[in-house]
């Protein structure tokens, strides 16, 4: 009988192999009054036939029968069907074949002659142990699908590519560094990372470095003592010591003063760190991932970020495509947005009209992930009719900005020139990242940047406005 099969019907079936008739009848009785459906066998070699016919639940079997013995109808039964309940029963009790029952996987071991009532007990928390048991792995299953990657929507080569390195990663205990722009997911691709590693279990803590002030984020993180600044009515345990045992995601790692760098990278270090205004050295087993949409490598040259913190750090990089190079992604994450927000809001809406998806496909995505997620909410909320249409996306989404190069009409060198800024501007001014998709040097852009007179502070706006 299929597992399908089994889990349709309702009913609990017992397999009651015994040579004594009365012993059979009387169990069979027992189990009939109380729900169960009973199939009965005279000996083992009766009783592995009628297994195979029938795929009961449970299996009760006498020790002793002709041909086959029951341990042995057993083993052969749990070969078949590991999760089989097994219950033995026998008139010769002794520790030798309770032992053995037991390594062949006896649920339990009963003498006769035998308590119906203890029986029925051993059937029924032998069946409540497993269903237990089922619902939790088939619960474990749905949540790690659902984590694994779904929340991070798309086929393209790019974040496929993110994809192969979270299922490298996740197993291991190495730092990873998460770059890239703000919006692209980075706290989506941490929180995989965390449900597909063996801290799944364990917490997973997240802290924006940016959003606090020095004397708070060290608090944050480290915790703190009563009266080691006013305030300070209590001692607080940090964000370290909750994420024990599991994942800490500090976003926006580049933000961090110099000190902070060098408390996170003593804990790097020797995994160990003191309170704020304590001096009890306090360890944990806590697993960093950091994010940034800083050019980290730019600010350690600069000495603006300590160098071996750094490496510390960026063990493992991750480095987080920008929705506008991964094109193919764009309608899969506009549709996946949309059902989940019509779904939220109550609404019943078809797709995307040809004159939405054009304007969302060749809008350029400054704010990527982010931005089209908002987008999409708003269309959504806005939108009265079966299908979401262009008037209920803002104005600005696929509208052509202003000064952009048109081709034809221009010369190479204006699109080059446009190419570069545009680039530059998407990649928030980081050259490095900037040559990269360009596939050029970084000193042919800044060459470029001295031959157009802007200084990169100046890089954003300029490319939309042709008389910079």
């Known amino acids: 009988m299929s597992d399908d099969a089994k889990k349709a019907r309702t009913q609990v079936r017992v397999l009651v192999a015994d040579d004594e008739p009365s012993a059979r009848s009387g169990m069979a009785t027992l189990l009939r009054e109380e729900g169960f459906e009973v199939i009965l066998a005279e000996d083992g070699t009766s009783a592995l036939a009628r297994f195979q016919e029938t795929g009961p639940d449970v299996l009760v079997t006498d020790l002793r029968m002709p041909g086959m013995d ?80 779904d929340n991070i929507v798309g086929n393209s080569p790019a974040i496929q590519e993110v994809f192969n390195v979270i299922e490298q990663v996740a197993p291991t205990k190495a730092s990873v560094l998460i770059t890239g722009e703000s919006g692209t997911g980075k706290e989506l691709v941490a929180q995989a990372i965390h449900e597909n590693s063996p801290r799944s279990h364990a917490p997973f803590v997240k802290l924006h470095c940016a959003a606090l002030a020095e004397t708070i984020l060290e608090s944050e993180l480290f915790g703190h003592e009563k009266g080691s600044f006013t305030g300070a009515v209590g001692r607080r345990e940090g964000r370290f010591k909750q994420a024990d045992g599991g994942t800490l995601f500090l976003d926006e790692i580049g933000e961090i003063s110099p000190s902070i760098q060098v408390k996170l990278l003593r804990f790097l270090q020797e995994r160990a760190f003191e309170r704020v205004g304590g001096n009890e050295t306090l360890k944990v087993d806590v697993r960093i991932i950091a994010a940034t949409n800083r050019d980290l490598a730019g600010e350690v040259a600069a000495g603006k970020f300590r160098e071996d913190l750094f490496y510390r750090l960026n063990v493992v990089n991750i480095e987080m495509p920008p929705l506008r190079a991964r094109p193919s992604d764009l309608l899969p994450l506009a ?39 908002n987008v999409i909410e708003r269309a959504v909320v806005m939108c009265d009719s079966p299908k979401l249409s262009a008037k209920h996306l803002p104005a600005g989404v696929g509208a052509a900005p202003r000064g952009a190069v048109r081709i034809p009409g221009s010369t190479l060198a204006e699109i080059e020139r446009h190419s570069i800024l545009t680039t530059l501007e998407a990649c928030g001014g980081r050259t490095s990242a900037a040559a990269q998709m360009l596939d050029i040097s970084v000193r042919k852009i800044q060459y470029k940047l001295h031959e157009y007179g802007v200084t990169m502070n100046r890089v954003v706006g300029v490319a939309r406005d042709p008389d910079s």
């Open 70 to 149: 029951g341990i042995e109808l057993m083993r052969r039964v749990r070969e078949a069907d590991p999760d089989i309940i097994a219950v033995l029963v026998t008139a010769y009790a002794d520790v030798e074949t309770a032992v053995r029952a037991m390594q062949e996987g006896a649920e339990h071991y009963l003498t006769k002659p035998i308590q119906l009532d203890e029986l029925l007990l051993v059937i029924r928390r032998a069946l409540e142990r497993r269903k237990l048991k089922t619902e939790t792995t088939e619960l474990r299953a749905r949540l790690k699908d659902r984590l694994r990657f």
């Open 335 to 373: 549709n996946h947005f949309l059902e989940r927000f019509a779904r939220e809001n109550g609404k019943e809406i078809e797709g995307f009209s040809d004159d939405a998806i054009e304007r969302i496909t060749t809008y350029r995505w400054p704010g990527n992930i982010r931005e089209l997620e």
